[in-house]
C-alpha cells in the first residue's frame, strides 16, 4: 500500500525567516511524484510545487523550494522569507503513472501559522 | 481563462436523502478527480473521469457515483446518505491523468 505521511501537525514561524515542512512516503512503484498543495482557510487547493521521481534536481518556485531524497523516501518543502500569506494548511501528496493516475494519495497536513 | 468551479457551496442534507455536486473544470481539461476531505484529514481519492469513463476509483462504496460530460464537466452522486459522509468534496481537473490536478473551492456537504 502506498503511504504519504506528515508527521507534523503544526508549525510556526516568524515572518520573513525559513521553515521546512516534512513529509515520508512508501510506494513500490519506480515512477511516480509528488506535490505540496497548499489549503488556506478559503478552502482552495493551491498547487505549490511538483516533483518528479526520475529528476535527481530538487524543484524550485520562487520561495518554495524541495529536499526530494528518493532513497530515503522523504520529500520536505522549504519555505523561505515566509510572509503572512503563507499561513495555511500545506498538504503533501503523491501520485503515480500507473494504475489508477488519478489517484493523489494525500497526508494528514501540517498546520502552519506566521507569525509578524 | 477560467478555473475550476464547483456547486454549491455549502448543502445541508438528512441521513437517507441522496445528493448531486457539480463541477466545471478548466478550460481545455478532459480530467476529473473527485476526492472527499473529512475535517481534520488530507483527501482521500472517490474516483477519477477520464473522456466520460470513470478511470479509477478509491475505496468508497457503489452510493458514490459520477457522471463526466460532452464538456468535461462532472457530477458526484452520494445516495443514503450516512453521517459520515459530512465532508468537504473537492473536484480537481487536468490536462491528462498523471499532470498536476486543479481544485475547485470544493463544496461543504453536512449530514444531520
Known amino acids: 500500500a502506498q503511504t504519504v505521511t506528515q508527521s507534523q501537525p503544526e508549525m510556526s514561524v516568524q515572518e520573513a525567516e525559513t521553515v521546512t515542512l516534512s513529509c515520508t512516503y512508501d510506494t513500490s512503484e519506480s515512477d511516480y511524484y509528488l506535490f505540496w498543495y497548499k489549503q488556506p482557510p478559503s478552502r482552495q487547493m493551491i498547487l505549490v510545487i511538483r516533483q518528479e521521481a526520475y529528476k535527481q534536481q530538487n524543484a524550485t518556485e520562487n520561495r518554495f523550494s524541495v529536499n526530494f531524497q528518493k532513497a530515503a523516501k522523504s520529500f520536505s518543502l522549504k519555505i523561505s522569507d515566509s510572509q503572512l500569506g503563507d499561513a495555511a494548511m500545506y498538504f503533501c501528496?503523491?501520485?503515480?503513472?500507473?494504475?489508477?493516475?488519478?489517484?493523489?494519495?494525500f497526508g494528514k497536513g501540517t498546520k502552519l501559522s506566521v507569525k509578524p | 481563462e477560467t478555473g475550476v468551479t464547483q456547486s454549491p457551496t455549502h448543502l445541508i442534507k438528512t441521513r437517507g436523502q441522496q445528493v448531486t455536486l457539480r463541477c466545471s473544470s478548466q478550460?481545455?481539461?478532459?480530467?476529473v478527480s473527485w476526492y472527499q476531505q473529512a475535517l481534520g484529514q488530507g483527501p482521500q481519492f472517490i474516483f477519477q473521469y477520464y473522456r466520460e469513463e470513470e478511470n479509477g476509483r478509491g475505496n468508497f462504496p457503489p452510493r458514490f457515483s459520477g457522471l463526466q460530460f460532452p464538456n468535461y464537466s462532472s457530477e458526484l452522486n452520494v445516495n443514503a446518505l450516512e453521517l459520515d459522509d459530512s465532508a468537504l468534496y473537492l473536484c480537481?481537473?487536468?490536462?491528462?491523468?498523471?499532470?498536476?490536478?486543479?481544485f475547485g473551492p470544493g463544496t461543504r456537504l453536512t449530514v444531520t
Open positions: 480537481a481537473s487536468s490536462l491528462r491523468a498523471g499532470a498536476e490536478q486543479y
Open positions: 478550460s481545455g481539461h478532459n480530467t
Open positions: 501528496a503523491m501520485g503515480n503513472y500507473g494504475g489508477s493516475q488519478g489517484n493523489l494519495i
